[in-house]
T-cell receptor
């Protein structure tokens, strides 16, 4: 069955450093991968999307890489700030619905940026 | 003010009762989704709809039902057949060809 693994333990990073979150998957051939941010008791918010034929995407302080050979995505937050503290979810889509298909989510990584 | 609304924020029901969760969007999105989230878990897809009057089962559709009579609305009914209905329910919408999903604030359902 499809499986997505994210760092199960909380990730503690000092303010100003780069936070790197990992998403590994098995038994899946995603057409694209997305990263979302979720704050406690709220719905996820979309951050970045990367397609299977792309290696890297950037948006401001965020960078995501996608290695379909390793079946892994890395999500980086540079110059991290306490406001970046949240749970970050990795989600995969198979592209069958022209981008409107449902997503398969990982359990998320709880990131804590300490001042 | 565009977005997705879910109501109510908190919902309490007795075991054996059906309950309907509301989801409305004014983003003119074609596709709508329902996910369930349990503590410490990722989101799991219940149902999704890519067009009015059509919907597909997700990974955990058993015990749930949906309808899509209007583009703006995608209500979810949690039936008494759902074994563990207590959870955080999230509705989302998206435009076909644009892959990001917009999520509502969620409804926390507690069944006792």
């Amino acid at each position: 069955s499809q499986k997505i693994e994210q760092n199960s333990e909380a990730l503690n990073i000092q303010e100003g450093k780069t936070a790197t979150l990992t998403c590994n998957y098995t038994n899946y051939s995603p057409a694209y991968l997305q990263w979302y941010r979720q704050d406690p008791g709220r719905g996820p918010v979309f951050l970045l999307l990367i397609r299977e034929n792309e290696k890297e995407k950037r948006k401001e302080r965020l960078k995501v890489t996608f290695d379909t050979t390793l079946k892994q995505s890395l999500f980086h937050i540079t110059a991290s700030q306490p406001a970046d503290s949240a749970t970050y979810l990795c989600a995969l889509g198979d592209g069958s619905g022209g981008g409107a298909d449902g997503l398969t989510f990982g359990k998320g990584t709880h990131l804590i940026i300490q001042p | 003010d565009g977005g997705i609304t879910q109501s109510p924020k908190y919902l309490f029901r007795k075991e054996g009762q059906n309950v309907t969760l509301s989801c409305e969007q004014n983003l003119n999105h074609d596709a709508m989704y329902w996910y369930r989230q349990d503590p410490g878990q990722g989101l799991r897809l219940i149902y999704y709809s890519q067009i009015v009057n059509d919907f597909q089962k997700g990974d955990i559709a058993e015990g749930y039902s949906v309808s899509r009579e209007k583009k703006e609305s995608f209500p979810l009914t949690v039936t008494s057949a759902q074994k563990n209905p207590t959870a955080f329910y999230l509705c989302a919408s998206a435009t076909t060809g644009v892959y990001e999903q917009y999520f509502g604030p969620g409804t926390r359902l507690t069944v006792t």
